[in-house]
């Protein structure tokens, strides 16, 4: 089996126990992405010989005895809207083209001290939003791998490499990962910084994580779960242990909330099909729970916010060079100009609103399972596909996991959407293992019982 493929917890121990190099680990990437690079088109910058340098360092300080952190060695990919003191972060748009940080986001400086590698830079839509890049679906190239962080789902799913970061606004994780068939993991908003990242929305923007394995994100969510000062939505607390946790077997078996939502209709019939199925495989474990009405609401609160910072955030980009951003994006801040301020202010307010009636849903079951997308991963290159699906849980700044556990008619991956509450990252990690296991051994689970107070 080639060192590519490994999970990312299998090829930290290959390192650490030195049965494998950190430089033999990312030859064997760099290998693969040779291989696949020119069909799938993942990369927005990649340097084979400063990734190597960044390995074999990994390897000389193992053999000089020093302590050696969780990603010890493993390759990761990174967005390309994550400052890069080595590399370029150009954000997916003309107008960034050539911009070299004077110093690395939060997210790569705790990677790089965890011991990881970074491979290179994974292509995102234009400054992470809409108007696709180059990159293409690794299981069809006519088909589109989703957005915004398209490079680093379709990086993983490629065999590439076995993690990579994202970042999500609005569908930007969770609906890559189920057009490319990974695990795609947007934690609570704030669980991890977003210093050095380029900023849409502050109530909106996530960070996210595409993995091979649900242990895999937990390991390197886990990394990254820190306070940091310079993300003031982050706050001082304990580490999560989310490998811990993740890797537990569930005190009761888990019962999940089968939600629609206010979108359904917009689900095509190759997913109403596979949900069907799942649900039926699940039997007891999952029952059908409609949201209460004030949800439909939420899309448009979402859109409100979205394009109002979207204005804000991007104001500078549209000042010295609106001829060059998309007609999309153009449309975009052009239309949060013209939002009122007491309208946004109301959309932000009622988060918390949302929670709380989502809380209602959470004291009775362990998760909501709703569609990560409308379906398979649509063809043609034109369009990154519908984050609509996404929308309510980004707005509520809910965890969310998206588990390859379904597929359409086309044979093409779609994912499953597990949501849980906010700050319960650990916990809907583990209830995410459980499903994929459950559905990879093909037997129906053991009768759910209630839940019980405090569990």
Request: charge should be neutral; charged fraction near 25%; glycine fraction near 10%.
């Amino acid at each position: 089996m080639s060192l590519a493929s490994l999970s990312a917890v299998e090829a930290a121990e290959e390192v650490r126990s030195g049965r494998s190099s950190a430089e033999e680990l990312a030859r064997a990437c760099l290998d693969r992405i040779a291989e696949a690079e020119e069909r799938v088109q993942a990369w927005a910058f990649l340097d084979p010989e400063h990734a190597l340098a960044q390995a074999r360092a990994a390897d000389e300080a193992r053999r000089r005895g020093e302590a050696l952190g969780p990603l010890h060695g493993v390759p990761v990919g990174v967005k390309d809207v994550f400052d890069t003191e080595d590399m370029p972060t150009e954000d997916g748009t003309v107008l960034h083209a050539g911009r070299r940080p004077l110093r690395d986001s939060t997210v790569v400086r705790l990677l790089r001290a965890a011991g990881a590698v970074i491979l290179g830079k994974t292509v995102t839509t234009e400054l992470a939003v809409y108007a696709p890049g180059k990159t293409r679906n690794p299981h069809d190239p006519g088909r589109t791998p989703g957005g915004s962080s398209s490079g680093s789902a379709a990086a993983v799913a490629a065999g590439m490499v076995p993690l990579a970061v994202g970042s999500q606004t609005n569908g930007s994780v969770i609906r890559p990962a189920s057009f490319c068939g990974v695990v795609g993991f947007k934690p609570s908003h704030g669980l991890i910084s977003r210093a050095g990242a380029l900023k849409q929305s502050r109530p909106l923007d996530h960070v996210g994580i595409f993995a091979r394995t649900v242990a895999d994100a937990a390991l390197i969510a886990e990394v990254l779960a820190v306070h940091d000062p310079e993300d003031p939505d982050t706050r001082p607390r304990a580490r999560p242990g989310l490998r811990r946790v993740a890797a537990e077997e569930p005190p009761l078996p888990p019962r999940l909330a089968f939600v629609k939502g206010p979108v359904w209709d917009q689900a095509e019939p190759d997913a109403r099909a596979a949900f069907a199925e799942l649900a039926g495989f699940l039997g007891g474990h999952a029952a059908e729970v409609e949201l209460p009405a004030v949800f439909a609401e939420a899309i448009g609160q979402h859109r409100i916010i979205m394009e109002s910072d979207l204005a804000v955030s991007f104001a500078p980009e549209y000042e010295r060079g609106r001829d060059r951003l998309s007609a999309r994006l153009r449309g975009m801040i052009e239309d949060g100009r013209r939002h009122l301020a007491g309208d946004y202010i109301r959309a932000v307010a009622r988060i918390p609103i949302f929670n709380r009636l989502l809380d209602e849903v959470f004291a009775e079951y362990d998760a909501i399972l709703t569609p990560a997308t409308a379906g398979e991963a649509p063809k043609g290159l034109e369009s990154t596909g519908s984050p609509v699906f996404c929308t309510i849980w980004t707005l509520c700044g809910t965890p969310a996991v998206s588990v390859p556990v379904l597929q359409g008619g086309s044979g093409m991956p779609i994912g499953a959407q597990l949501v849980g509450a906010r700050g319960n990252d650990a916990r809907l990690l583990r209830t995410a293992r459980w499903l994929m296991e459950a559905v990879a051994k093909g037997r129906k689970p053991a009768p759910a019982r209630r839940r019980r107070a405090g569990r």
